[in-house]
């Protein structure tokens, strides 16, 4: 009768707290950084820097700061996901949507500009940090793009110069930057007028 239903409910609460229990140590020891929102990742070593022949920088190394939440820390997801789709529209909604559901880390942009950043700080999201990583930037924009090539995040150099320098065809000291024989002003010029003859 009676003490058997106290019993059965007894049990179900039980077996609710440890599947509970489970969850949230799974949640907390395996979740695992976000492998979709972020576009580049920390470089394991330093690489060297890159300038023409006059000492102009073509290829630079920077502490880049990011952001990033952790899901465990969010109750209200789509608040969350219209926060940080009103300062960083570019990001994918539905993947950081399925991310902070999942209660996992979720890391959004390897770079912020520091207004966006005070926007963020501003909104005071739940869980939100802003990590530093050490990336590339490449100074002159798209003049001689096609000569330093770029990275892929975990592979190192794609083309270019940045692939080059994972071949080793540069040789040297790491810690100095290397100087091409490139000149930066007459390949402006130059792309200039190919551009205007085109």
Known sequence: GCGRRI???VGL???IFAVMTGRLAQISLFSQPDE???SVREQP????EVTDRDGRPLIMNATLTGMAIDGRDVWDVEEVVKGVNSVLPHVNSQRLRERLSGHQY???VDSISSEERA???QLSLPGVSFPETSGRIYPQKDLAAHLAGYTIPGRGGAIGVEA????GQFGGDNSSALRLSLDL????????ELMGAI
Do not use: K, S, T
């Open 7 to 9: 019993g059965m409910c």
């Open 13 to 15: 609460f039980a077996l």
């Open 36 to 38: 979709y929102l972020a």
């Open 45 to 48: 070593e330093q690489r060297r």
């Open 106 to 108: 979720a890391h959004i």
């Open 119 to 121: 926007a963020i700080i």
């Open 164 to 167: 080059a320098l994972d071949g």
């Open 185 to 192: 002003v007459a390949q402006q010029i130059l792309e200039e």
